[in-house]
């Protein structure tokens, strides 16, 4: 069965550096993977996608991301972060019938 | 179009109480999913539905918790009778026929609490 593990409960960066959310995946084939961030008292809000093709796929606010099969990674990256940005990021795979199986999601706090 | 529409955005009952939540999804969804979300147990998927027809509903904690769509407009999430345990952020999210495998567009959520 798929699933995702996202290692890290809670990161704290200091604005203007580099942040990188680490998720690992289990999946049997090509996966289907997902990026999505949550503001406080929001909905999810999808931030990147990776179905085939390059590896390091772009979304929006900045973000991106790298596909790394042989380690089963979808590591999610931001070279200068925003004090925006803080807010809990869930690492997603697709599953049978449109499922999505989330990761326990990363809270990020952006110190000024 | 105006994205997957819920309502309430807020809802305040008391324990024994019937409570139902809505969900309005995006015009030409083919998948609907309900979950809920809390801080003990994250995001958990409760009921999903292809084309209006229930798939999966092993995720719905127990007989009190239902699930219905009678048109593809419209689906209802309804706890009867609700407990303070209930209380929590439900979301409803779609994906789109014809769109990217498995994305999904959620709602705004519903926050739940039962006193």
């Known amino acids: 069965a798929q699933s995702v593990t996202q290692p890290d409960i809670h990161i704290t960066v200091s604005e203007g550096a580099s942040l990188e959310l680490r998720c690992n995946y289990s999946y049997g084939a090509t996966p289907y993977l997902f990026w999505y961030v949550q503001s406080p008292g929001q909905g999810l809000q999808l931030l990147l996608k990776y179905f085939s093709g390059d590896t390091l796929v772009q979304g929006i606010k900045g973000f991106e991301a790298e596909f790394k099969r042989s380690q089963s990674s979808f590591n999610l990256r931001k070279p200068s972060v925003h004090w925006s940005d803080a807010a809990e990021y869930f690492c997603?795979?697709?599953?049978?019938?449109?499922?999505?199986?989330f990761g326990a999601g990363t809270i990020l706090r952006v110190k000024s | 179009d105006a994205g997957v529409i819920q309502s309430p955005r807020h809802e305040v009952t008391e324990m024994g109480q019937e409570v139902t939540l809505r969900c309005k999804p995006i015009s030409g969804h083919n998948s609907l999913f309900w979950y809920r979300q809390t801080m003990m147990r994250g995001l958990e998927l409760l009921i999903y539905?292809?084309?209006?027809?229930?798939?999966?509903d092993s995720g719905m904690p127990e007989d009190r918790f239902s699930a219905k769509m009678p048109n593809a407009s419209f689906s209802t999430l309804k706890i009867q009778p609700s407990e303070p345990r209930d209380s929590a952020v439900y979301f409803c999210a779609n994906t789109l026929a014809g769109g990217d495998y498995n994305e999904q567009f959620f709602g705004p959520g519903t926050r739940l609490t039962v006193l």
């Open positions: 539905f292809n084309n209006n027809v229930p798939i999966d």
């Open positions: 997603a795979v697709g599953a049978l019938g449109n499922k999505l199986v």
